[in-house]
């Protein structure tokens, strides 16, 4: 049997909206001379409206106008002595609800519409971003072989402009690949394959396949790696991203001096810090860098603004946190925590 899993909370905010009714009109029949205050009446209405229906909420509605004509007749008959004027109010108040049911009606499928744009953009950027993928990958291997010199001889100059291609369908390729994972993350369909990680052994092992870039730039590296910070619960895969994204960075933003590498644990998480003697970010936008495209000290840098929501995105998804300590010229210094079993943490 198919079972709605909203139907208990639909259930639930009917009958507490119903409690809340009855409740003023008992304490308007027991201790006060006047109806209650139509406002209070709204609380009810609203509740039920937003989560039962508008059909249980109009039901709720006609309840509360049937508690002020009992209250009001019975209780306080001189105030509507004048059975006109006694319809007129109690018809305004009638239609004031009425209209807060309208109002959250519409806005309730307002805010639904919303939600569904936002998931058809999600799942066209996902759907592109994957169609291009492919071709974008044939374009680099098919340079390279002709680079290779595997399809018949180049010469130098020849070499130089598909070295170009080759590297404008490299970065074509990180794009698309960073606009998939963002919409995957919005979409909520980033689904984590979790493992039990060595967190020293995997930063070790990125640190080594990037160093090459870290040297070929003149950059020193300084490491500070507690080798026995043990294992943590983690997609290994995601943990990766994060720290690459992260030594990329450093790299590509620091023209001189050392990236500084530490990590250390306690009982119930790890830290991991990657620190660079690049040109820092100024603390008014130290915030903004987690923000989707917003590219801050990076004119003439090539990039996305793309790698640090994403970070901090699969971060958040291991229930952990980072942050940035950074002055302008003094450099940049990222600081992440993750508990060791995402699961049970808070
Ligand atoms: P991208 O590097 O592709 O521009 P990111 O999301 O990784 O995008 O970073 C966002 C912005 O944060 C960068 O454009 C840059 O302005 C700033 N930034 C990130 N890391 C550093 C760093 N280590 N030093 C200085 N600025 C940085």
Redesign the pocket.
């Known amino acids: 049997m198919h079972v709605n899993s909203k139907m208990p909370l639909k259930v639930a905010a009917f009958l507490a909206g119903l409690f809340i009714v009855v409740l003023f009109h008992v304490m308007d029949r027991s201790v006060s001379r006047h109806p209650a205050l139509i406002i209070f009446y709204v609380i009810p209405v609203s509740l039920v409206t937003w989560f039962s229906g508008t059909i249980a909420g109009v039901f709720i509605a006609l309840c509360s106008i049937m508690a002020w004509i009992s209250h009001g007749t019975l209780e306080v008959r001189n105030l509507y002595s004048n059975s006109f004027l006694f319809g007129i109010n109690m018809t305004a108040r009638g239609s004031f609800l009425f209209v807060v049911i309208y109002v959250l009606r519409k806005l309730k499928i307002a805010l639904a519409h919303e939600k569904e744009l936002n998931q058809r953009k999600s799942d066209f950027v996902a759907n592109v971003s994957h169609e291009l993928n492919n071709p974008l990958a044939v374009i680099r291997e098919s340079m390279n072989l002709v680079i290779d010199g595997s399809v018949g001889e180049v010469n130098k100059q020849q070499k130089e402009v598909l070295e170009a291609g080759v590297r404008g369908a490299e970065r074509l390729i990180r794009l698309v690949k960073d606009l998939l994972d963002i919409s995957k993350i919005e979409a909520g369909k980033l689904e984590l394959k979790i493992d039990e990680v060595d967190i020293a052994l995997l930063v070790e092992s990125v640190l080594k396949d990037n160093e090459s870039e870290i040297f070929n730039k003149g950059l020193g590296l300084k490491k500070d790696i507690l080798q026995d910070a043990g294992l943590i619960l983690a997609d290994r895969d995601k943990i990766i991203e994060v720290i690459t ?1 992260l030594l990329h ?2 790299v ?3 023209s001189s001096g050392i990236i500084t590498v530490r990590l250390s644990g306690d009982k119930e998480s790890i830290h991991f810090e990657i620190a ?1 003697t ?4 100024p603390r008014e936008y130290q915030q903004k ?1 987690f923000d989707k495209f ?5 004119e003439k ?1 090539e ?7 994403i970070t901090k995105d699969i971060i958040e998804l291991h229930k952990g946190k980072i942050r940035v300590d950074s002055a302008a010229g003094n450099g ?1 210094k990222f600081i992440i925590t993750l508990p060791r079993d995402f699961k049970k943490a808070k």
């Open positions: 994204n960075n450093a590509k933003y620091t660079d690049g040109p820092g970010i860098i917003e590219r801050v000290t990076a840098t990039g996305t603004g793309l790698g640090l929501p940049s």
